[in-house]
């Protein structure tokens, strides 16, 4: 048998490859470019409306030119802007849409979990609009939420125009999302990062080459509809900063892990508290947007998006003054309005409060150039506070396109994300998500199903039924041995065919005489054509099988000769297989054992 099994793996192989993609993948891609170019559009529409209500509400003009509200001229009646803004939008949410509620991330997660992809097309309409109205009239908020929301609407709608599987629906919406984001940051890059590993939850060819390729359709197209430069351009620093400056950077991550805990939690205890309130939550809205505009009256840089203290925060000596004021007064504003349920982002928010962090920081550290520990400090606060540390590694380097920072960021940003890992059980996106009941993995592994065989875990002692077997003898058999668990018999021919299966119940009913007249010998309650498995298929393979029949037994044959019985393997075998990975991730052994010369002592170990 094992000559067989050596014969059957080089014919078997060569069927299996690194990818199950099909060429249905470049129907899928086109369908995405197309969304991809849609979505530039859709973030074009929405910076614009939100430059469009920014001037309309602080400075009574009319343009669609992106401005900053903290100069404004309005006095203390500021306080009402955002506050009325956040009624209408509560009143939108309530009579439109609840789904236009909230960062924009979440409830895009939400839709892939639990409306199988799909999104109503008005969400595609108000979704921007109570997002431009909520960040123009100075909610401290980023685009990038909404424009995530908005372009996987426009993606759900197209695809729902098609023929298409649940898996293709989810991907033509992520891809509108990415585009989106793309063309709001020119970050096609960390777009598709985020994609993957915020909602995709796979790194698969079928998903991740449509969605790449509508990021890099939105990208070029905003070269020519929005501009080529990057968001935040710096000057370059060091390409080394040298032994002492990595160090330095773990207190950066630590301390960007820090506010990563503190703001998820404010979020959150906001949350927790407007639920605690008598009153529909469509007037929760205008509580946060009563703290927006009494944090704005107190500190006007926190309102708005807040690009402009990014890029002085990045390319000057930021004062005391600035800093403290983003940590405190933005940190607690974005925290309650967030909390209210109001519509906004929160990457521009984090980005802010990172580089301020990072300006505090270059108080005490290494000095390395204007503006460089905000932009490490920027890129931990987005590992830190998302969990999604090569996304905010390559989100800031293409704000910046300073790649000299790369070092540093990494090294930064993965040491906020360790820390908020063993701090927090979920991050601030999925948090919303898991208290609707439903759980989310991001940790990205390979199946060992996909990766062990069924010839590892078969079983080749196999009680096998000869087809000449008379029914007294059968039953004498079953009364002879009554230890036999074996569910499934294969059934063969005096020549070693296997010629079919049968169940033990079955196998009981016949020697009892509880089948029909007709059912006479074993031949006639044979199944002559079962389900089986071949010998170097994987696992994965086999559990889909069974899933799709319903049998949780096959027999093993030779995929050259398919009446050639090579064992049998069941739902029990491939549990076996699951402990098996468990006993390689948990059991624990030392395999160099090393010893001092000249009899010297034992390490504590060696001498247990």
């Not at 080394?240 to 820090?258: D, H, K, R, S, T």
């Not at 052994?589 to 010297?600: H, K, M, Q, S, Y």
């Amino acid at each position: 048998m094992k000559g067989q099994l050596r014969a059957d793996r080089s014919t078997t192989a060569l069927k299996l490859g690194d990818f199950t993609t099909t060429i249905g993948v470049v129907y899928i891609s086109a369908l995405a470019t197309g969304i991809g170019i849609v979505s530039a559009f859709v973030a074009l529409a929405l910076l614009r409306l939100i430059g469009f209500f920014t001037n309309l509400f602080f400075f009574q003009r009319v343009s669609s030119t992106l401005a900053s509200p903290a100069g404004n001229t309005l006095g203390p009646v500021e306080i009402l802007v955002p506050t009325a803004a956040a009624f209408v939008v509560g009143l939108m949410a309530r009579y439109g849409s609840e789904r236009i509620r909230g960062h924009g991330i979440p409830e895009a997660l939400e839709s892939i979990l639990i409306s199988g992809s799909r999104i109503e097309p008005k969400v595609a309409i108000l979704k921007p609009l109570s997002s431009a109205i909520s960040i123009g009239s100075g909610g401290p908020f980023g685009a990038e939420g909404p424009i995530i929301m908005t372009g996987g609407a426009f993606g759900s709608m197209i695809a729902q125009m098609f023929r298409l599987t649940a898996i293709e629906q989810k991907t033509l919406l992520v891809a509108g999302a990415a585009g989106g984001m793309s063309a709001t940051f020119s970050a096609p890059l960390a777009a598709v990062l985020l994609s993957v590993e915020l909602m995709l939850f796979e790194w698969k060819p079928r998903s991740l080459i449509p969605v790449g390729l509508a990021s890099c359709a939105a990208a070029c197209l905003r070269h020519y509809i929005i501009g080529p430069a990057p968001l935040f351009p710096v000057p370059q620093h060091a390409a080394f900063i040298g032994v002492q400056g990595l160090l330095a950077c773990i207190p950066v991550g630590l301390l960007a892990g820090v506010l990563s805990l503190l703001l998820t939690v404010a979020v959150y205890a906001a949350e927790d508290g407007f639920m605690r309130l008598q009153i529909h939550w469509m007037w929760w809205p205008p509580i946060g947007g009563l703290a927006i505009g009494i944090g704005g009256l107190l500190f006007p840089q926190a309102l708005g998006v807040g690009y402009d203290t990014i890029e002085h925060l990045l390319t000057h000596s930021a004062p005391v003054s600035l800093i403290l004021g983003v940590l405190i007064v933005k940190a607690l504003i974005w925290a309650i309005s967030l909390g209210s349920g109001t519509s906004g982002g929160v990457l521009a928010p984090l980005l802010v409060m990172g580089g301020a962090l990072g300006g505090l920081e270059a108080m005490f550290l290494p000095h390395e150039g204007v503006g460089f520990w905000p932009l490490v400090s920027m890129g931990a606060i987005l590992g830190g506070t998302m969990r999604s540390p090569f996304t905010g590694v390559v989100f800031v380097l293409e704000l910046t396109h300073d790649f000299t920072a790369l070092l540093p960021l990494l090294v930064a940003t993965l040491i906020s994300h360790c820390f908020t890992v063993l701090t927090l059980k979920r991050s601030i996106l999925t948090e919303k998500v898991a208290r609707r009941g439903y759980h989310l993995s991001r940790e990205y592994a390979v199946d060992p199903l996909e990766v062990l065989f069924v010839r590892e875990v078969m079983r080749t002692e196999v009680a096998a039924l000869p087809s000449t077997i008379t029914r007294s003898q059968l039953a004498q058999s079953l009364k002879l041995d009554r230890r036999l668990v074996q569910m499934l018999y294969p059934v063969i021919d005096p020549q070693q065919n296997m010629v079919g299966v049968v169940t033990r119940r079955a196998l009981q009913q016949l020697s009892a005489g509880e089948w029909a007249t007709e059912c006479r010998s074993l031949s006639d309650i044979v199944k002559s054509n079962p389900v089986v498995a071949y010998p170097d298929e994987p696992l994965r393979i086999v559990v889909y099988r069974m899933a799709e029949t319903g049998w949780t037994r096959f027999p093993v044959v030779s995929p050259n000769d398919p009446k050639k019985l090579l064992g049998m393997v069941s739902l029990y075998d491939l549990l076996h297989a699951r402990v098996r990975a468990l006993e390689e991730e948990r059991h624990r052994e030392r395999l160099l054992r090393v010893r001092l010369p000249f009899g010297g002592l034992q390490s504590p170990v060696d001498q247990i």
